[in-house]
């Protein structure tokens, strides 16, 4: 018998890589040559000022909010205080209901936020997905209240909360804030660049309903819209002041503006007060902006690249 030999075919050869393509490099910055070009100054120049317009009179404030009152507005103006104490903001917490004011802003605007965020989501969903009769002319109209300043209706809205029964506080301090024509702009915007048809489709074929695809499929993808529109919201229901004086009487259910107010009116001007609850009313703004920054930014970013 002969032995038989097994041959395996031979691989074929690799096709070898063509050269790699050719990529430009930038030209290299001669030696000796500054990145500081007059321009670039100027810019920084600019930066530089209004980073101490903005900056300043925070630090001003934080630092006058340990000083006496008779330290507040000495010459020269000093941001560190000589004598620094704590007097001023145990003076606001023993003589003033700055809890109760506090409070009432924080839960007024919590509420309003998440209220204000949800509505508008879901308005915004309706008129970038759906069609209907008269969505041009609703459009239209809920785009046109943005040229409406809030003096003007600020009176008729007084007057149908009181007739209707529904003036207390803190269903009051909401209403304003419950559906923004911006916000439901905005939504309706970034869910038109970001949310494609086919997703809402695949989602129907799987038996969602509109509501559940709402909940499901589209608020996750409009989790950086949501947290810029949230931060934005916050800011206008916290800082509100016209409504709140409209509304509120009593001085235990004012919000932070109102009883800031009222320490800045009363005899002498008690700067000694108002400065320690500007620097306490502030934080909740600089927690929520902590918060939700990463949101904020890539909310405000989108649409500006395409992708």
């Not at 041959?7 to 430009?24: D, E, V």
Request: one cysteine or more.
């Amino acid at each position: 018998m002969s032995a038989t030999t097994v041959t395996t075919p031979a691989r074929p050869a690799r096709a070898t890589s063509g050269p790699a393509p050719h990529r430009p490099r930038r030209p290299r910055r001669p030696e000796g040559t500054s990145l500081l070009t007059p321009r670039r100054v100027a810019l920084y120049c600019l930066l530089v000022v209004l980073l101490a317009v903005f900056v300043l009179p925070l630090l001003f404030a934080l630092s006058g909010s340990f000083k006496p009152r008779a330290d507040i507005f000495g010459e020269p103006l000093r941001l560190i205080p000589t004598t620094a104490t704590l007097e001023n903001y145990a003076n606001l917490l023993s003589s003033q209901p700055f809890w109760s004011w506090f409070g009432m802003s924080v839960g007024v605007a919590t509420v309003a936020t998440v209220v204000s965020v949800f509505v508008c989501a879901l308005a915004g969903f309706g008129f970038a997905k759906y069609r209907f009769r008269g969505k041009q002319a609703l459009f239209t109209v809920m785009f046109s209240s943005l040229a409406v300043p809030f003096a003007v209706i600020l009176v008729p809205l007084f007057v149908l909360l009181v007739k209707t029964g529904l003036g207390t506080p803190w269903f009051a301090l909401i209403v304003p804030w419950v559906a923004p024509a911006f916000g439901i702009f905005m939504m309706q915007q970034y869910i038109v660049q970001s949310v494609p048809d086919e997703i809402l489709e695949a989602a129907r074929i799987d038996g969602c309903s509109e509501f559940r695809i709402f909940l499901r499929v589209v608020l996750p993808l409009l989790r950086p819209s949501l947290g810029a529109l949230a931060v934005w919201s916050f800011l206008q229901s916290y800082n509100s002041f016209l409504w709140p004086l409209v509304m509120v009487s009593d001085v235990q259910q004012y919000t932070l503006p109102l009883g800031l107010n009222i320490l800045y009116a009363s005899e002498n001007k008690a700067f000694d007060l108002v400065l320690p609850g500007a620097v306490l009313a502030s934080v909740p703004m600089i927690i929520v902006f902590l918060l939700l920054r990463k949101q904020l930014l890539e909310g405000l970013s989108a649409g500006a690249v395409k992708g």
